[in-house]
């Protein structure tokens, strides 16, 4: 009965993430922090633009046109970001996708005083599918 308690931490060792790596690395900590906030920001921003959208107009049409509006971009510049991660240096390609984010949270930024509907939202789904394949391939 007492040996139960070693092979449930066991077991729990083996099933769960391997954080060594988090333990030894600073620089892997930075890139990983950095992700999770960008993550993060990214999803609030997904969520807090319907609403608003929605709270300012009480349309459904609105919201999902807005959708429409991030989503299009996300499609259409899946592709060219998967050719651009095989063609160009990683790490300018992240920290061009990474500045281009940060671009369109300022136009986001300074969209708020605009009205519902302007031309800011677009712009952060274009640099989300060129991040992703340069990071992780």
């Known amino acids: 009965m007492g040996d139960s308690g070693g092979a449930v931490g066991r077991l729990a060792a083996r099933i769960g993430p391997d954080v060594a790596l988090l333990r030894r690395s600073r620089e892997f900590r930075l890139l990983y922090g950095g992700q ?23 349309s459904s049409l609105v919201v999902g046109l807005l959708s429409f509006a ?47 509907g302007s031309a800011a939202r677009p712009c952060s789904g274009c640099s989300t599918p060129r991040q992703a394949p340069g990071a992780w391939s």
């Open 70 to 116: 991030e989503l299009a971009p996300l499609v259409a510049t899946a592709l060219l970001g998967g050719a651009l991660a095989d063609a160009v240096d990683r790490r300018r390609l992240i920290r061009g996708s990474q500045c281009l984010l940060c671009g369109c949270g300022a136009a986001l930024a300074l969209n708020v005083p605009l009205p519902p």
């Open 36 to 58: 999770m906030s960008s993550f993060a920001g990214s999803m609030i921003s997904f969520v807090a633009m319907p609403y608003q959208a929605y709270q300012l107009t009480h």
